[in-house]
């Protein structure tokens, strides 16, 4: 109990309230730019809502179209409508899905948000091992292995591994399912089928991730090794393990949880191609068919979710540096 009432609830949370304000102009300027983009697309959302039947459809059909879907509105109104609907939590219809963009949201987050939090966690947990033996054995073989490898992951793109992880784990070793939510003719989905089906897909997206945990690791307790305190618990006769663990982990993790808000959209983007290749139930699809459909509503929506998460793991990152280190204020 005492641990909890000693830490700086105050000012961080001064420190939240200020982000939360300043996410507000954030979020209007972002929303405000999908929505000029997606004006300025070539690409018509109503011949992509009409589809092959817009082909033989009159002019007045597809004028009518335009009138419901509301594109022949200036780009001011449509902006400005879908933003006072959304603050009533109304975030309108998506043309392209058919449905109501929270209902579509609503389908999807949950399977995208399981899968980038166990591939986050993974990515973490197994770089920060990978960085802590590479730097207790820093210029011998395990750590020129690791440190190798983690950069030529760096330049893999996560398309590439899935495929790659699809052919010798589904096809080759017959191990995993290659992709889905489910077993083929299944009628539901049991937690036994999702387990089986996140766990190439939930891989391959940390292994994406894992080069950045493990370099950033590597860096900062091999710095912290060489630092005068870390010399000096050596010299008192503490055990390596010890040494390690309690003195050099610590100091070396901080410049690490910098590195977890910054990972936001990268994680964000491996996401997609991931749930593409593995054709996961996530919110990739629906990104993919508002993005060539240009579907204001749903774009609008989906860039708001992901900006708010990587506000968030900015956020979130701070907080946790600030409490690692006492040293650092909750100025931000």
Same mark, same amino acid.
Request: glycine fraction near 10%; include cysteine; charged fraction near 15%.
């Given at each position: 109990? $005492?641990?909890?009432?000693?830490?700086?609830?105050?000012?961080?949370?001064?420190? *939240?309230?200020?982000? #939360?304000?300043?996410?507000?102009?954030?979020?209007?300027?972002?929303?405000?730019?999908?929505?000029?983009? !997606?004006?300025?697309?070539?690409?018509?959302?109503?011949? !992509?809502?009409?589809?092959?039947?817009?082909?033989?459809?009159?002019?007045?059909?597809?004028?009518?179209?335009?009138?419901?879907?509301?594109?022949?509105?200036?780009?001011?109104?449509? =902006?400005?409508?879908?933003?006072?609907?959304?603050?009533?939590?109304?975030?309108?219809?998506?043309?392209?899905?058919?449905?109501?963009?929270?209902?579509?949201?609503?389908?999807?987050?949950?399977?995208?948000?399981?899968?980038? +939090?166990?591939?986050?966690?993974?990515?973490?947990?197994?770089? *920060?091992?990978?960085?802590?033996?590479?730097? $207790?054995? $820093?210029?011998?073989?395990?750590?020129?292995?690791? *440190?190798? !490898?983690?950069?030529?992951?760096?330049?893999?793109?996560?398309?590439?591994?899935?495929?790659?992880?699809?052919?010798?784990?589904? &096809?080759?070793?017959?191990?995993?399912? !290659?992709?889905?939510?489910?077993?083929?003719?299944?009628?539901?989905?049991? #937690?036994?089928? /999702?387990?089986?089906?996140?766990?190439?897909?939930?891989?391959?997206?940390?292994?994406?991730?894992?080069? =950045?945990?493990?370099?950033?690791?590597?860096?900062?307790?091999?710095?912290?090794?060489?630092?005068?305190?870390?010399?000096?618990?050596?010299?008192?006769?503490?055990?390596?393990?010890?040494?390690?663990?309690?003195?050099?982990?610590?100091?070396? &993790?901080?410049?690490?949880?910098?590195?977890?808000?910054?990972?936001?959209?990268?994680?964000? *983007?491996?996401?997609?191609?991931?749930? +593409?290749?593995?054709?996961?139930?996530?919110?990739?699809?629906?990104?993919?068919?508002?993005?060539?459909?240009?579907?204001?509503?749903?774009?609008? #929506?989906?860039?708001?979710?992901?900006?708010?998460?990587?506000? /968030?793991?900015?956020?979130?990152?701070?907080?946790?540096?600030?409490?690692?280190?006492?040293?650092?204020?909750?100025?931000?």
């Amino acid at each position: 109990m $005492r641990a909890l009432t000693s830490l700086p609830w105050g000012p961080m949370a001064r420190m *939240t309230g200020r982000r #939360a304000l300043l996410a507000v102009p954030v979020l209007l300027a972002v929303t405000f730019g999908v929505f000029a983009i !997606a004006a300025a697309s070539p690409f018509d959302p109503v011949k !992509a809502y009409a589809g092959d039947a817009g082909l033989t459809a009159s002019q007045e059909s597809l004028d009518q179209i335009r009138h419901n879907l509301g594109v022949d509105q200036p780009l001011l109104t449509r =902006w400005w409508d879908w933003l006072t609907g959304a603050l009533t939590g109304d975030l309108g219809d998506s043309a392209s899905l058919r449905a109501p963009v929270s209902q579509v949201i609503g389908e999807r987050l949950g399977w995208s948000v399981l899968l980038c +939090t166990l591939a986050f966690v993974v990515a973490v947990l197994l770089g *920060t091992v990978l960085g802590v033996l590479a730097a $207790r054995w $820093r210029g011998g073989m395990f750590d020129r292995m690791v *440190t190798g !490898a983690a950069y030529a992951l760096e330049a893999a793109p996560p398309f590439w591994l899935g495929l790659l992880a699809i052919w010798l784990c589904a &096809l080759k070793l017959g191990v995993l399912p !290659a992709g889905g939510l489910t077993d083929t003719g299944s009628p539901t989905a049991t #937690a036994g089928q /999702i387990a089986r089906h996140v766990v190439l897909p939930a891989l391959v997206l940390a292994v994406s991730q894992l080069p =950045w945990f493990v370099l950033y690791v590597r860096q900062g307790v091999g710095d912290a090794l060489a630092e005068d305190a870390v010399r000096g618990a050596r010299s008192r006769g503490l055990r390596e393990r010890t040494v390690l663990l309690q003195h050099a982990l610590r100091s070396g &993790l901080l410049p690490v949880l910098t590195l977890i808000g910054s990972r936001v959209p990268e994680l964000i *983007t491996g996401a997609l191609l991931v749930e +593409t290749v593995f054709s996961w139930p996530g919110i990739a699809a629906a990104t993919v068919q508002a993005a060539t459909g240009v579907d204001f509503p749903l774009l609008a #929506a989906l860039t708001v979710l992901a900006t708010a998460a990587v506000l /968030i793991g900015n956020l979130l990152s701070d907080l946790l540096y600030g409490l690692a280190d006492p040293r650092v204020a909750f100025d931000g």
